[in-house]
């Protein structure tokens, strides 16, 4: 049983370069979020989806953006990367609700 | 919007010792997790708290929701070598958004 996969793990962008980061779980969960972590900081909600087609905002979405078109994906798009956007990217999912959320393993971008 | 200010901020000990962390916030949630991260992974589910006054245990772990619904606590008892990690709580409240306390960093000697 995967549970939440992300890719890639680790990724380098230049200023200006865009990328999306991929996002997908196998326990049909309803619920999908997307989170950056700076060093030795908490996690900030950057967006979340309650279900296929319907996506919103979280505390830091500038420079971010998402779909889900599927209940499995959550994909997220960076289109200008900054170095402010350097940071740990996890992404996690939930059967219904702010319940029991599962983490993948994360993607560390670095932005130069 | 939603803030959960989480203390210790870090917490150094001897093995064996009980430990105490909480997590506190201005609004009201339905929801408290406490999640713990290792190095280079993602957060990990200790335990999950539904309803107000509800007292939870995972082995060694004990969480409590909060009565007023604006805090919870978590106790590690007789603390060992492998519970070193950063310690995150969250909270969920009606807006469906799962936000995160800013982690208590655990130490533990041998």
């Known amino acids: 049983n995967a549970g939440v996969t992300q890719t890639p793990k680790f990724r380098i962008l230049k200023i200006g370069q865009s990328m999306t980061l991929q996002c997908t779980q196998d326990?049909?969960?309803?619920?999908m979020y997307w989170y950056r972590q700076d060093p030795g900081m908490g996690l900030k909600l950057i967006y979340y989806s309650v279900g296929a087609g319907i996506t919103d905002k979280g505390e830091v979405p500038n420079g971010y953006n998402v779909s889900r078109s599927t209940t499995e994906d959550f994909p997220l798009r960076l289109e200008l990367a900054a170095p402010s956007q350097t940071s740990v990217y996890f992404c996690?999912?939930?059967?219904?609700?702010?319940?029991?959320?599962?983490f993948g393993q994360g993607t560390r971008l670095t932005v130069v | 919007g939603q803030q959960l200010n989480q203390s210790p901020q870090s917490m150094f000990i001897q093995e064996g010792e009980d430990v105490s962390m909480n997590c506190t916030s201005s609004?009201?949630?339905?929801?408290w997790l406490w999640y713990k991260q290792d190095p280079g992974e993602g957060p990990v589910l200790l335990i999950a708290l539904y309803k107000a006054g509800e007292l939870t245990s995972n082995g060694r772990l004990t969480a409590q929701f909060g009565i007023t619904r604006k805090d919870s606590f978590l106790n590690i008892s007789a603390s060992i070598p492998s519970d070193v990690g950063i310690y995150f709580c969250?909270?969920?409240?009606?807006?469906?958004?799962?936000?995160f306390g800013t982690g208590t960093l655990l130490a533990v000697q041998p």
């Open positions: 969250a909270g969920g409240g009606a807006t469906n958004k799962l936000i």
């Open positions: 326990m049909n969960h309803n619920y």
């Open positions: 609004s009201i949630f339905n929801t």
């Open positions: 996690a999912s939930s059967s219904w609700g702010v319940t029991e959320a599962f």
